[in-house]
């Protein structure tokens, strides 16, 4: 009888500290984060947790004390660097030609970036520098049409400013190389972030928007046409190897003959880089070795045919992740899971209105 009263007592024990013990190992910093841009009075920040499997909607107002984060907000960037462990975050505000800066632990601003003729893209390089691409393609002064250099430790414009092509916008960087998508001329340009110099500008297709790299360090850029009639296409700038300096070559690889809607993020690789994704009206998928592309979603799915607004892989689960915009309402995010190479609909939340970007940070 003592034994059994034992035996039940050191369970009872047992079962009580596991209930106490917390398994999840994500704190309040990390996790998926939707950047919605909201209506005409500010934008918000939601937080997915995937491992609790909850959203949490208007995070900077809940954790600013009510203050709200500001409208227009178009580009929303996270980077860990040597000061901010947790991770460094950055709203871009186009409207107001500001960067401000933000610490993931506390979700405070910490700083801002003035001195910026209407900022469009914001790349974390390291712990001391970011580049800002500036302007809007139509005005012509020493800060527009740039690539601004930006010290991250004292958030203060340096004086480097990089002139490229029309309306710079989406960066993207392959080893040393940044590479920046302008927008109003049709162009990209190629910059060695060793010394800042412009070193190559490439020529592609109308109003070049997106970029994404591959398992090669290959760019493959969205481009959605242009009043002279050009169509929506993906090229792609590939590197040429040989001598003492790389140079790019480039190639139309797929030319669409249809104009379909997509969000702003709409072309994304794999997490092994060997899948290019994009939204062309609906989710596609093709190997970077080839020219034929299929629907990426399973014919069961219930978003198969719906634009989403932005595309990502989760790379914790391996999950890919898009936003769904309701007009005038609370959009959704949407979590597939996969099943050979076709996706399914696992989870959906509800997130702020007009969501508009993912980002990461673990």
């Not at 950055?90 to 409207?95: G, S």
């Not at 107001?96 to 801002?112: F, H, K, L, P, W």
């Not at 990209?188 to 800042?196: A, G, L, Y």
């Amino acid at each position: 009888m003592n034994k059994l009263f034992l035996t039940l007592s050191i369970s009872l024990l047992l079962f009580t500290a596991c209930k106490d013990i917390n398994t999840f190992t994500l704190n309040d910093s990390q996790g998926t984060f939707v950047l919605n841009q909201g209506d005409s009075e500010t934008s918000t920040l939601s937080r997915y947790d995937y491992e609790q499997k909850i959203v949490t909607n208007n995070l900077f107002k809940s954790k600013n004390n009510g203050n709200e984060l500001g409208a227009n907000v178009s580009v929303f960037k996270v980077k860990k660097t040597d000061k901010y462990t947790s991770g460094l975050g950055f709203f871009v505000f186009p409207e107001r030609d500001e960067v401000e800066a933000m610490s993931m632990s506390t979700y405070g601003i910490i700083g801002n970036v003035d001195e910026l003729s209407h900022p469009n893209d914001i790349l974390i390089a390291n712990s001391n520098w970011a580049y800002v691409s500036c302007g809007d393609g139509i005005s012509e002064g020493d800060d527009d049409n740039v690539v601004t250099k930006v010290d991250i430790e004292s958030f203060e414009v340096t004086d480097t400013r990089i002139k490229v092509g029309a309306g710079p916008d989406k960066l993207v960087s392959a080893g040393k190389y940044l590479y920046v998508a302008n927008k109003m001329d049709g162009t990209v340009s190629i910059i060695d972030m060793t010394n800042d110099v412009l070193v190559e500008t490439i020529e592609v297709g109308g109003y070049p928007f997106d970029m994404a790299v591959d398992i090669d360090l290959n760019i493959w850029v969205y481009c959605d046409g242009d009043a002279a009639g050009s169509n929506q296409s993906l090229y792609v700038i590939s590197r040429v190897t040989g001598g003492d300096v790389l140079t790019h070559s480039v190639e139309e690889r797929v030319t669409f003959l249809n104009q379909e809607d997509h969000g702003k993020n709409a072309i994304i690789t794999s997490l092994d880089g060997r899948h290019l994704y994009f939204v062309h009206g609906k989710t596609h998928r093709m190997s970077v070795y080839e020219s034929d592309y299929r629907g990426a979603m399973h014919d069961d799915s219930k978003y198969k045919d719906a634009t989403l607004y932005s595309i990502a892989f989760e790379s914790r689960t391996g999950k890919l992740q898009g936003l769904y915009k309701v007009d005038g309402s609370n959009g959704k995010l949407l979590v597939f899971d996969t099943k050979e190479d076709d996706h399914y609909l696992g989870q959906e939340y509800t997130v702020g209105i007009n969501p508009i970007q993912i980002e990461y940070n673990y």
